[in-house]
Structures are given as structure tokens and as C-alpha cells.
């Protein structure tokens, strides 16, 4: 009378075994076939996915990670996500990410505030921004490239000239005390 087991039809916990049986065998076939460059994931960090055969005309904005394998036309802006470019995608547009990974191609004005990476299957048209650049054998770059550290504001620039000066003219003074000597 207790016992609620026996209530239970028999093929009731069959079912709950069963898909899990069922979902570990799909699991191990994959990892003992060889894995071919298809069918790696293509970007493991990506929260959104422009998919191959997907059209976009407009501004597309956000934080997250995008991976774009279909086209674009207008602007994108990822203001601390990472984009890729996959090798169907196409990008024509002004492109701003925290890094940039172009695998496919892409025209416009192109700024990676930390990264951008030309993979060997990778095509820029336009003007590159960034702090570091990586360009693989085989990649094709068209257009006006600055890469490194971008010059100190303003205010910056003249507290370290200011600093500079100083230091000079204490050089100077201990040097012509010196040569007096």
C-alpha cells in the first residue's frame, strides 16, 4: 500500500533509461571519427550567428561575440564582443569590435581595439585600425593599415612633455656643472 514502485507500469521506467542509453552512443561516434576542418565549431565563443544564406542591410549593434557567415551590408558595431567573419561570409561595411577574425571577406573601414586576424582564407578592402595585427600567409590586404598603440590624449601628452623637459634641463645643469669641474 506504501510502496508507490509497484503502482508504476513497468514500460514507465523503461522510457525514463532508454534516451539515456540513446544519447551517450551519439556522443562517442563523433569522438572516434576523424574530425575534418567542416566540422570544427565554427567560432566556440559566439552568442549570435549570421548564418550562410542570411542577407542583412542596415546597422547591427551589440556587446556579445557575432559570427557572420552570410552578408552584411551597412554597419557593425560590437562594442566589447568579438566578430568573425566565417569563409562564406561577406562584410560591406564599417566594422568596430573589440577583435576582429576575417576568415572570409570584407570591405570598409575595419577596427579591432585589441586584435585583428587576416586568416590565410581572409580578404580586407579598406582601412584597418587597430593595437595588434596578425596576417596569415596567403591573406590579402588592401588599403591603409594602423596598427599599435595610438597616441596619448592630449592632456596626457603634455603632463609627460612637461616631465621630459624637466629632466632634460636637470641633465643639462648637472652635465655643464660637470664639465666645469
Known amino acids: 500500500m506504501w510502496k508507490k514502485e509497484d503502482a508504476k507500469p513497468q514500460g514507465a521506467t523503461d522510457n525514463i533509461t ?6 551517450k552512443a551519439p556522443a562517442a561516434t563523433p569522438a572516434s571519427a576523424p574530425l575534418s576542418s567542416s566540422a570544427l565549431p565554427v567560432s566556440s565563443r559566439a552568442a549570435a550567428c ?8 542596415g546597422e547591427v549593434t551589440g556587446s ?5 557567415d552570410g552578408l552584411v551590408d ?3 558595431n560590437l562594442t566589447n564582443g568579438s566578430l568573425t567573419i566565417g569563409p562564406n561570409g561577406t562584410v560591406k561595411a564599417d566594422v568596430y569590435a573589440r577583435e576582429v577574425i576575417v576568415r572570409g ?12 586576424q587576416l586568416w590565410s582564407t581572409g580578404q580586407v578592402t579598406g582601412e584597418v585600425q587597430t593595437e595588434r595585427l596578425a596576417i596569415e600567409e596567403g591573406a590579402l590586404l588592401k588599403g591603409k ?4 598603440r595610438q597616441p596619448a590624449k592630449p592632456s596626457e601628452t603634455k603632463a609627460t612633455a612637461a616631465a621630459a623637459t624637466s629632466k632634460t634641463s636637470e641633465t643639462a ?7 666645469a669641474d
Request: aromatic share 2%; hydrophobic share 40%; no cysteine.
Open 64 to 68: 556579445e561575440d557575432l559570427f557572420v
Open 18 to 23: 532508454a534516451p539515456v542509453v540513446t544519447s
Open 173 to 179: 645643469a648637472l652635465s655643464s656643472g660637470t664639465a
Open 74 to 76: 551597412g554597419k557593425l
Open 105 to 116: 571577406k570584407i570591405e570598409g573601414k575595419v577596427t579591432g581595439r585589441d586584435k585583428v
Open 50 to 57: 549570421i548564418s550562410q544564406g542570411i542577407r542583412i542591410k
Open 145 to 148: 593599415v594602423e596598427a599599435g
